[in-house]
């Protein structure tokens, strides 16, 4: 289908196997179910734990917004918004294995390699569980699930109406 | 005697443990390597549609999934009883999507996971040691080599040229494996009877571009010649003689031009092979070329020349020289890559997969012991006391198991490939380090057979694409499930890290009732065998000194470069893990930032 509104693509990242670290899949997941009410620019992504791979899913999309799992900065289920500057700062932990490199290091290596988007916004849900082999996410995890979605929604608005 | 314990081994592929007892003089005199992830595919995959399995079996990894998809597709196409019928059209679609996975991951590994130890603070002290060409060294290799925020003593230095524009081409190269293979990584193209992509015309066009841009990055970062002058003098040599002398050479003229003006850039022809050829290899850079110091990779992970390791391979790529069809059972006995059993003599024997077991003495799996793949059955241990990681005669502490080649612990991979092949330059540096009382295998051959054989596949690919895939060609056969009935099926392949074995049986409902994988890690990382014998890479490991070139500048068990060099050599890969963000790090300023594990 012919299209020349810009593309908003939707990553969710996360292991889905290990509870809540799988919350950005469970996001896009629900998403899918709600596909008819989302303007078709709207692309949803099941980007799993996919290190460098993340590289290529940021070519061509004007906007893209990720979700991804957060651990250790306040209370759970709190979601915090960053654009890619506030991630400059990260760094990985010296955990660099290629399933293991972190989103800061892929965002950071796409800025040297390749045009980002105009728009990149993380969505980052602050976990509680991640080192149980579990398909759910925790109970508590659950409720939050929506509100990512509003927020999501709202954002999707405001790209719209920008 | 002091435990260096590494635990994960960072940069590669999953969790790895690696367990020495380092003595007082720096050397390592045990070592134990523990893979920490149970797979568990072979219990995923029992009472399923064996079509399935090519589909499945890809999870294992999203590296070398690939390889995966072609074992199992061998296993399945010889458990319906069509191997002989697969057209060759689809038998050079399969090799070109492997080759691009093939040189996609070689460039990871090289220049993602391997290179950046060589931009290890303590080679800044030890190049240090010889005045203005050292410190001009150990500028132009962080200038290419280091990896994305990297930091020395709290400064940040910028991710090098070599290490961003090599990931560019990994990027490019998923692009290209997936205009014929639908997508990157697990790929959905290559199943039971062919694949299921007929390429067109214009996709063969933008398949030779991509070779072209690979070509281009090999010129203007790996190599400091052309990649066909240097082929044309290595792989095409006349003799293993001349590949060495043809190397030696080419060095001796850049290090005349250079000692002087301590200009290593690429401009003046050091391309990255020529810097760790000259620079890294004490045989080459000091002694040939009497170059003051090197960073002595030759010296590490190297075998005792009494080890019994031996080498092998299973070959790789279909002989589509002979048409339709391939024999699974003789699988590299013609073609490219062949299969071969080397032993610790660097004698060829001819391979047979009868001889292939698996042992669990030392791993945490329950059952009975030392059965082929074919029966080979994976029970966990149920009880966690069962766990030792001490190494003594009754531990068990992997969830690898041991496997063997006629009761011999095998190294596979590249070089293991390129000894197969006889490549000129891998015999040539071979018998070099040998006659010289090095060992044959070492971090340093290791390193350049990869690098070869990432050259030498680029030139084959060159070939599959532009004149053996006929856009008109027959691309696959058709299978019943009823011809999987009462059967079995054997796939033999490579992966870039080795040897790669998929054996698969089924019962009268032609539902999988066995199905057992032997991955080349498993050789490469296999723990002790009931012979208390151990595996490839802990024998690696022992006899190397734990710190920066042969504890030039002292041991320092905080920083042991011997067990880097040794173990990523080998390019390990275990399988995937769990990974968040965690946000606790906050800097002086109160400021937070973020930290990721």
Known sequence: MWRDDPTIRILGCGNPLVGDDGVGIHVIERLNELHSELPDNVELIDAGVCGLDILNMLENAEKVIIIDAVKGAGNIGSIHRFGIEDIKGARSNSVLSIHETCLADVLCIAEHIQKMPEKLIIFAVEVEMTDEISLCLSHKMQAYVDEVIDLILDELRAMKAS | MTRVVVDPLTRIEGHLRLSTEVNENGVITD?????????????????????????????????????????????????????????????????????????????????????PDIVNPAYRDVLATIGETGNALWKELLYRFAPISYRIDGVSIPPGKAYVNAIKEKKRLQEAIAIIAGKMPHQMSSILGGVTYRPNVADIGKLASYYYEVMDFVDSSTLGVDHGTWLHNTFQASSPQNAVKFVVEHLQELVDKSLLSNDFSHSAGWGDVELLAAFGCELIGETLLGLPASLKLDRTGGYDSNSSVGFLTYGVYYDVENGDGYDPLEFGKTGFQKAAFITNSLEHQKFDHRNVTEEISHSFYTGEDNLHPFDGVTEPVIDADEINYSGNDQSKYSWMKAPRYKGVPCEVGPLARMIAMEEPLTMGLIKSFTDNGYSAANTFTRMVARVQEMLIISEQLRKWITSDLDPNGRFSVPADLNMAKDSQGIGLWEAPRGALGHWVKTGSDSKITNYQMVVPTTWNSSPRDKNGIPGPIEQALIGTKVSAVENLLGIDNSNPTGIYHAARSYDPCIACAVHTIDLTKENGRNKRVFDIV
């Not at chain 2, 995923?44 to 072609?70: E, K």
């Not at chain 2, 458990?79 to 999507?97: E, H, S, T, W, Y």
Request: glycine share 8%; charged share 20%; with cysteine.
């Open chain 2, 31 to 115: 070592a134990q390597s523990s893979g920490m992830l149970f797979r568990g595919f072979e219990r995923i995959l029992v009472n399923r549609d064996p079509r399935d399995a090519a589909r499945i079996t890809q999870r294992v990894c999203g590296v070398c999934p690939t390889s995966h998809a072609m074992a199992s597709g061998n296993a399945l196409d010889d458990l319906f009883g069509i191997a002989d019928q697969i057209p060759k059209d689809a038998l050079v679609a399969r090799n070109i999507i492997q080759g691009l996975n093939m040189i996609a991951s070689h460039a990871t590994h090289i220049y993602v996971l391997w290179l």
